[in-house]
């Protein structure tokens, strides 16, 4: 037996079904229209791509070798003009020192007058003196020098001699 509320529970259960499947395909039709879009802004990159690599490409190609020669010829430049700058600036370093060392001479030679001028005559007379006897000490150190390497040229001689002497009486002495 079939009730009356059987049948409505029923025709409730068949309603809510119906209602489900209705809402399911309302969500179907919604993810295929969102599917369609996706597609569609896939395709539209795709082309793009397809546009890019066959004309984009070569024009971004080409431009990268030139902007690679540009860079090579800059290096080059920059490497050439780092050598001159080095070059400029050892020479301005040495004139720097030679100017230096000059200079330095000039005042050490000046500051020796002022002192000598603030001297007596006795002491000007010792220190030329002083002067004469330190380039008597160096000719004489030369000439000491030269004996020294003369002496030790004749002891070698003499060593040799006595060898050869020590060896010709050893051969007689055989013989």
Do not use: P
Request: aromatic share 6%; charged share 40%; with cysteine.
């Amino acid at each position: 037996i079939v009730t009356r509320d059987d049948v409505e529970e029923l025709l409730k259960s068949i309603f809510q079904f119906v209602k489900d499947k209705e809402q399911l395909l309302q969500d179907l039709h919604s993810q295929i229209e969102a599917t369609k879009q996706i597609i569609t802004e896939k395709e539209r990159e795709r082309d793009y791509w397809l546009e890019y690599k066959n004309v984009g490409s070569k024009i971004h190609a080409e431009r990268a070798s030139s902007l690679e020669k540009d860079i090579a010829e800059v290096k080059c430049e920059l490497e050439k003009t780092e050598e001159h700058y080095r070059e400029a600036l050892k020479v301005v370093k040495e004139e720097n020192e030679r100017l230096f060392d000059r200079h330095m001479k000039l005042l050490s030679e000046e500051a020796f007058k002022n002192a000598v001028g603030y001297l007596d005559k006795n002491c000007r007379r010792e220190i030329e003196e002083n002067e004469w006897l330190k380039e008597e000490v160096k000719i004489y150190q030369k000439e000491e020098s030269d004996l020294r390497a003369s002496v030790q040229l004749l002891e070698e001689e003499n060593t040799n001699l006595v060898a050869k002497l020590i060896d010709i009486k050893l051969q007689h002495l055989r013989v």
